[in-house]
């Protein structure tokens, strides 16, 4: 059953803690994404990755850090230098076939502070 | 980037029709139409693309004028389930990439009994 698979559902993070929330698919997808939602909101973009072993800044990096050392993972950590990090993360990954590209999204992460 | 507004919100009852009107004034020419469903805590859903006049699929049709400033995502009888924020984007992601769209507040659909 391919899809995206974000782990866990709920994360609670202490005052000066890094977490990170995982993102897999098994779509054979090259490009990934993260996004942050708050209540009420629309989707804001915070890294995307469009090949293994590179990855870009979106609008809102400040504060988080991703890696992308297999096609399949695309984790992403929170780091104590995010003085807001309560919010719905979405990771999502994109086909590239010419006139029909989608975006996959996962089921999301709830991350609160404690 | 082509800038989108949408109605904040709207209200439906079971078995209508339900029309939601997305507004692009500056839409390129290679930008497709792109709307997605999204229910509470989960992930946006992809629903319909377009590029110019009609296109249906099993779920919904999209209806794009011939200027293109403008395209209407259209929900045959809605039922209880179709209450959901829908997102209407416009770009190229198959040149730019998906990174360069925009997801706005969306329109926030409610459908009642």
């Known amino acids: 059953d391919g899809g995206i698979t974000q782990s866990p559902k709920y994360l609670f993070r202490k005052e000066g803690q890094n977490v990170t929330l995982s993102c897999e698919q098994n779509?054979?997808?090259?490009?990934m994404y993260w996004y942050r939602q708050d209540p009420g909101q629309g989707l804001r973009l915070i890294y995307y990755?469009?090949?293994?072993?590179?990855?870009q800044k979106g609008d809102i990096a400040e504060g988080y850090s991703v890696s992308r050392e297999k096609k399949e993972s695309f984790p992403l950590t929170v780091t104590s230098a995010q003085k807001n990090p309560t919010a719905f993360y979405l990771c999502?990954?994109?086909?590239?076939?010419?006139?029909?590209?989608?975006?996959?999204f996962g089921s999301g992460t709830q991350l609160s502070v404690l | 980037l082509a800038k989108t507004t949408q109605p904040i919100s709207m209200d439906s009852y079971e078995g209508q029709e339900v029309n939601i009107t997305c507004s692009h004034n500056?839409?390129?020419?290679?930008?497709?139409i792109t709307w997605y469903q999204q229910f509470p805590s989960q992930g946006p859903r992809f629903i319909i693309q377009g590029y110019k006049t009609k296109v249906t699929n099993e779920v919904a049709s999209l209806f794009i004028p011939a200027d293109r400033k403008s395209s209407t995502l259209s929900l045959p009888r809605v039922s209880l389930s179709d209450t959901a924020v829908y997102y209407c984007l416009v770009g190229d992601p198959g040149n730019t990439g998906f990174q360069k769209l925009v997801f706005g507040t969306g329109t926030r659909l409610l459908v009642s009994p």
């Open positions: 500056n839409i390129a020419t290679n930008d497709y």
């Open positions: 779509l054979n997808h090259d490009a």
């Open positions: 990755s469009q090949i293994v072993n590179d990855f």
């Open positions: 999502a990954s994109s086909t590239r076939t010419t006139g029909n590209e989608k975006l996959f």
